[in-house]
């Protein structure tokens, strides 16, 4: 991306110019895949997408003909040391998830992930792989706030999820005010296959906001939660909920650096869990 495109993560286009003249069919085209994309996530199941990618997502897309290759890693240092579903415990369990992203249109992108995880006497394990396909209102089109779909599918390995294959619809807004920055993720996930399928869509929102201290750093926090089938919510004692102070560091144009410190604040969550991501933007 060129240098007009911030780095930290949560940050979008400017909607600054005039409307461009775009022609009819493209605004149907874009249109009509936000709407097959909603449609094929609650005609078919989702999943969540665990502790392997932990991030609030922005609406920005990756530039048509670039790459974006990025490595999220984090390690919990108090999970789940035991479980009655026949998953590996998350206790001082680490993961390193390769995400590459390639941008096709200026509204339109496709991300690929490898999850693995690694752990003392356990050692390292390929935990499965997902493709995420997103587009986006393009920022030309000057909309008041940042609006993307993503749609996550594929596969985890029974060792480490008790649903296997899963399917994640994931609404994306945004704005930034001045130097506050703010992201709303309503996610539904839909297992198809595994004890998940009978909860239908479980709603998994996802929420940060951050402010930028100086030109480099930003600050703030993020929170991820889910809460249970969206027919009625699980007991605040079973569902997930994160709270998670982030920096992010805007180093250069080419650079993504994003980490904090989750703090879990019910029974069902991992209790204290860090993560990083590091992000390299690629001309080609």
């Known amino acids: 991306m060129d240098a007009s495109i911030p780095v ?16 009819m069919r493209t605004r149907n085209t874009i249109s009509s ?57 998350t206790n001082h369990q680490l993961h390193e998830t390769v995400e590459i992203t390639h941008g096709f249109t200026d509204w339109f992108e496709t991300g690929f992930y490898i999850f693995t995880s690694a752990k003392n006497g356990q050692g390292w394990d390929y935990v499965g792989s997902h493709i995420r396909p997103r587009v986006r209102v393009p920022p030309k089109w000057r909309w008041p706030v940042g609006v993307s779909l993503s749609n996550e599918i594929g596969w985890q390995s029974r060792r480490y999820s008790a649903d296997t294959w899963t399917w994640e619809i994931r609404p994306i807004v945004d704005k930034q005010l001045g130097r ?43 929170y991820y939660g889910s809460l249970g089938p969206v027919t009625g919510f699980d007991p605040i004692s079973q569902q ?37 991501i590091l992000g390299y933007r690629f001309d080609f």
């Open 8 to 23: 930290c993560p949560g940050r979008k286009l400017s909607y600054a110019g005039k409307l461009p003249d775009i022609s």
């Open 33 to 89: 895949t936000f709407f097959l994309l909603g449609c094929a996530a609650f005609t078919q199941p989702a999943g969540a997408q665990g502790n392997y990618e932990i991030q609030v997502y922005p609406y920005e897309t990756v530039e048509p003909h670039h790459t974006m290759v990025e490595l999220h890693s984090n390690f919990t240092f108090e999970g789940s040391k035991s479980t009655n579903d026949g998953t590996l415990p």
């Open 180 to 222: 506050w920055y703010f992201s709303f993720n309503p996610t539904f996930d839909r297992s198809f296959h595994g004890p998940g399928v009978n909860q239908g869509l479980v709603f998994s929102p996802n929420f940060k906001f951050s402010c930028d201290f100086n030109k480099k750093i930003a600050g703030g926090i993020e």
């Open 240 to 276: 997930q909920q994160q709270i998670l102070p982030a920096i992010d560091l805007n180093l250069s144009p080419k650079w993504e650096v994003n980490f904090g410190l989750g703090v879990g604040v019910t029974r069902a969550t991992d209790h204290l869990i860090a993560k990083m």
